[in-house]
Each structure stands twice: as C-alpha cells, then as structure tokens.
C-alpha cells in the first residue's frame, strides 16, 4: 500500500466519520431495524445529517479551536498528549447526542430509540479509549471500525437479513485496508490496532445481542 492510499483511507474513513457512515447504510439497507422505515426519504436525509452535526461537525470544529489556541499540537493527534483534549470533548458531545436522541428529538425517540442505543455504544467505546489513552495509544480508528464491523454481523446473526451480508463482507475488506493504513503510516502497533479492534466488536456486538 502507498502512502498517499493510507493518507486517503485514514481520512476518509476518521473515527468521528464512521457512525455517519454506519447510519447512514443501515437507514437505506434495513431501516426497519432502525425505527426509521416509517419517515420518509426527505426525513431519513434530515435525520442522517442532524446525526452527522452532532457526531462530526460539532467535535471537529471544538478540536480545530483547540488546535488554534495551541493547546493541540496537531491535527493528527499523534502523541497521547494531544489526544486528550479532543478525547474528552468528544465523549462529552457524545454523551449529549445520545441524551438528545434518546429523550429530548421527539418523536425520533419514541419511533426509533435504537439509535441512541447505537450512540450509547459508540459513546461507551470512546470513553474506554479515552481512558486507555492516557496511558497507551490504543487506535481510535480501529474501534471505530470494528464497532462498525461488529453492528453489522451482530443484526445479520439475530435478524438474518440477506442485505446485511454483502454488506458485511465490504466492511471486513474495508478493514483489513484500513487497519493496514494505520500499520503502514507507523501510525500504531499490532498490538495497538488488535486492542481497538477487539475493543469495538465486542461493545458493539454485546450492544446488539443485549438491547435491540
């Protein structure tokens, strides 16, 4: 793998990009799962895109003020040190985004309360990672991507749609290249990579078999 491919794969498939991604293909694949079958596509959209603000857009511009005040060295937040800040910022958005969902957006909280169950879990992930980070780089991007991994084959073993298959199997190619980006940037170990994979599955897959 080149380095402008791993560049690429680390920048299009971020942590904070990935729950807008996994969202956004269960909305079109099973929204049934989701709650959301019964809004139209024009809601679905509005939907995906508040999730979007709330998930993405609102951490990324607190973390790039930090970066302008200095308090972040840089963007790519390399060192645990610089890790911290943008960590705790955004557990604590996600935190709020999964109240907000969950109790506050009517009636999304009543016609699909999984998917503040799905941010619980998110947010769960986050907040270990956070923790662990303190102390040891665990990758945030193999979490991520392994909670997408583990939402995925978790619903397609108790629900048994066929869509999730095809599915399933793009997001386990997509890891295998994404998780060989983060090794061929030297962005993490072996051990650093398994750890955040491991990590994402089994919360995501418990999250699953446990609440929907």
């Known amino acids: 793998m080149n380095t402008r491919l791993a560049n690429f794969l680390s920048v299009a498939f971020h942590p904070l990009l990935l729950p807008t991604y996994l969202f956004g293909v269960l909305f079109w694949l099973v929204p049934d799962l989701l709650g959301v079958s019964s809004l139209a596509l024009s809601a679905q959209g509005s939907l995906l895109l ?29 060192t645990l040190r610089d890790r911290q800040i943008p960590y705790v910022i955004t557990v604590l958005i996600y935190v709020l985004s999964t109240y907000l969902f969950g109790w506050r957006f009517q009636p999304i909280s009543e016609l699909a309360p999984q998917i503040a169950i799905v941010l619980g879990s998110i947010t769960f992930a986050m907040a270990v990672v956070a923790v662990v980070s303190l ?33 399933l199997v793009g997001s386990v190619l997509l890891t295998g290249w994404l998780l060989s980006a983060r090794l061929h940037l030297n962005a993490h170990t072996p051990g650093q990579i398994g750890a955040g994979l491991l990590l994402g599955l089994l919360v995501s897959v418990e999250t699953v078999f446990v609440f929907f």
């Not at 979007?52 to 937040?77: D, E, H, K």
């Not at 945030?140 to 629900?159: D, E, K, P, Q, W």
């Open 50 to 78: 508040l999730l979007f603000l709330n998930t993405f857009a609102a951490p990324a511009l607190l973390i790039y003020y930090f970066y302008r005040l200095g308090f972040v060295q840089s963007l790519r937040l390399e």
């Open 135 to 167: 102390r040891w780089k665990i990758s945030a991007h193999a979490t991520g991507i392994g909670g997408c991994v583990g939402a995925i084959s978790g619903l397609f073993v108790r629900y048994g749609d066929f869509h999730l298959f095809y599915l």
